[in-house]
């Protein structure tokens, strides 16, 4: 069967962007750009969790889903509530879904489910990756759309395996500074952030307004290099800032 042409097009114009990167954020900006291409709102890329990962935050390489969402979610241990999770990595191929087919066969625990409505999570495709050292690693677009056709998640299992196939070259190959060390206070505030606590709650435990520990969560996203909370945590995690 032939492919339709607005398939073709799209297929080139994603895979010139991705072979264009020469930075591991810009190949997740081509991903976003998929994302985008093929209906979707949002794009992670996330490590394999392993037997005592309890929290998807510390496992998030990049993700554009919202941070209340993330924190909920993990604040409600719901990584390890997920039956999911543990089947994605199974397989080689890309999986999709839809809520209500979700809902409709009682797989996710209803809370789960009750989450991902909120935040308009109504369709996921997700691809399983391996590195060439062993590192297995999930890539998700998630959003508000129409079911996948077979033809669409073809396509996205070849956009993904380009896109890792570049992003992990760059990651085993490219030389990471190293970051200026975190202060003891936005040391602190990192534990207690990757804990799913939010600013006010910090500044209560802590006895400082949540302005204040904005700004140190703001200052070690600087020094990181990271572009969010949720990367900031994770980053912190890899690099043995935090437990």
Same mark, same amino acid.
């Given at each position: ?26 190949v ?42 993330? $924190? %909920?979610?993990?604040? &409600?241990r @719901?990584? =390890? ?7 994605? #990595? /199974? ?5 999709a ?22 935040f308009s ?17 999930l ?9 996948? $056709? %077979?033809?669409?998640? &073809?396509? @996205?299992? =070849? ?7 570049? #992003? /992990? ?65 994770a ?9």
């Amino acid at each position: 069967m032939a492919v339709p042409s607005a398939a073709v097009e799209r297929q080139v114009a994603l895979s010139s962007a991705i072979a264009a990167a020469a930075t591991r954020s810009e190949v997740l900006t081509a991903m976003e750009d998929a994302a985008e291409a093929f209906g979707f709102a949002h794009v992670t890329l996330m490590a394999k969790p392993g037997d005592d990962d309890e929290y998807m935050s510390r496992l998030i390489i990049q993700t554009t889903l919202p941070e209340d969402f993330v $924190r %909920q979610f993990d604040r &409600n241990r @719901f990584l =390890v509530a997920c039956p999911v999770m543990p089947t994605l #990595f /199974d397989t080689m191929l890309p999986q999709a879904w839809t809520l209500g087919g979700l809902e409709r066969d009682g797989i996710v625990p209803a809370p789960i489910t009750r989450l991902m409505r909120r935040f308009s999570l109504f369709t996921t495709v997700v691809m399983p990756l391996h590195s060439f050292d062993g590192a297995r690693f999930l890539l998700r677009f998630d959003g508000k759309r129409p079911s996948l $056709r %077979q033809s669409e998640i &073809n396509e @996205f299992a =070849v956009i993904s395996l380009h896109a890792f196939e570049v #992003f /992990d070259r760059i990651r085993r190959t490219e030389e990471i500074a190293i970051p200026r060390p975190l202060s003891m206070r936005e040391l602190e505030v990192v534990r207690w952030t990757a804990q799913g606590k939010t600013s006010v709650e910090i500044g209560r435990i802590l006895s400082l307004s949540d302005h204040t520990i904005n700004a140190h969560l703001t200052n070690a996203i600087k020094k990181l290099d990271c572009v969010n909370r949720t990367q900031l945590v994770a980053k912190a995690i890899r690099l043995g800032l935090i437990p």
